[in-house]
């Protein structure tokens, strides 16, 4: 039988993840964890707070738990990271040494997140590759490349069995944004849906790849249950849904809320925007666990909007 620990459960991506994991594998076998003292009310599993830099609490509750795959997604997002770039490093690349000693002595698989961040200006930022320059241009991004050097490490090193993949923007309407750059995409909808205008903080012609949040959990459960022999990147591996610019989205939306406008004032996150890709080249992905998304823009503002009349941070 799984038990699944979770940490940074209640983010934008650990939120949705939880209560996928607990449909898919019983709310018994999944126990939630983040540095709050309280669990939102809609996680509905164990919940236990955890701050993933307590190596001995971890090892703890792992061991405790009987803990045989962990989803570790605490961090401290892209524009958050430009704020307090020292605390940012110390929660994303310890907490995750932590997490992958735990996984050593305990023969537990382990997810973690990686990023578009990774990438840096001097690449293409078209269509760019699964190997490729990484010259990342904040502290988000630098702990992102040295993370994903580590998960490769404990598994060529160890035998950790760490998978891994490289969101991109990801866009959810059960939870408030992160503080990520890309969160402009999941802001915009709850201001159409709230207040009917939204200053956007990025260019209107800066185009980043996307995802949909029900395509990025069904990647990362896919991605957990694949075949391990079939694996060819212990790194993290491209993945890719979406790829628009504010204005597209925009317009998309005012297609359903013609009353809705968007003006534009880029702040210090088109600096970070300006040094990732455009799109992403995840055909990696698509060989190895066969990969596809299912969400295109229209399906995706479909949804979104449908749901936002019944969320309750709007």
Not at 155 to 173: A, C, K, N, T, W
Request: hydrophobic residues 40%; glycine residues 6%.
């Amino acid at each position: 039988m799984e038990k699944i620990l979770i940490t940074g459960a209640c983010g934008q991506l650990g939120t949705e993840l939880t209560r996928s994991l607990a449909w898919h594998y019983g709310r018994n076998s999944v126990v939630a964890s983040d540095i709050l003292h309280e669990a939102p009310e809609n996680l509905d599993v164990a919940y236990t707070q955890l701050d993933v830099l307590d190596a001995e609490h971890l090892r703890l509750l792992a061991h405790h738990q009987g803990v045989t795959q962990i989803y570790h997604l605490a961090a401290t997002l892209s524009a958050t990271g430009e704020k307090h770039p020292l605390s940012g490093w110390d929660l994303n690349m310890q907490g995750l040494l932590n997490v992958l000693e735990v996984a050593r002595t305990n023969k537990i698989r382990v997810f973690w997140p990686s990023s578009i961040a990774v990438f840096g200006a001097h690449l293409n930022t078209a269509f760019t590759p699964q190997h490729s320059l990484l010259e990342p241009a904040t502290v988000y991004g630098i702990s992102k490349v040295a993370g994903e050097l580590w998960c490769k490490y404990y598994f060529e090193r160890y035998g950790v069995d760490v998978r891994s993949l490289r969101y991109p923007g990801l866009i959810s309407h059960s939870a408030p944004p992160g503080g990520g750059t890309t969160d402009y995409a999941v802001d915009i909808f709850l201001h159409a849906a709230k207040s009917k205008a939204y200053t956007c903080y990025l260019q209107e012609h800066t185009i980043l790849p996307m995802l949909y949040m029900p395509d990025a959990i069904r990647a990362t459960l896919e991605l957990m249950e694949a075949d391990p022999k079939k694996l060819s990147v212990r790194t993290s591996y491209n993945l890719h849904g979406l790829s628009f610019n504010p204005r597209e989205l925009a317009k998309a939306i005012q297609k359903r809320l013609p009353d809705f406008s968007v003006h534009y004032a880029p702040d210090e996150r088109q600096r970070i925007a300006d040094t990732w890709p455009g799109a992403v080249d995840d055909h990696y992905a698509r060989n190895d666990w066969r990969w596809n998304a299912r969400y295109d823009l229209d399906a995706m503002c479909d949804d979104m909007l449908a749901h936002l009349t019944t969320t309750t941070y709007v």
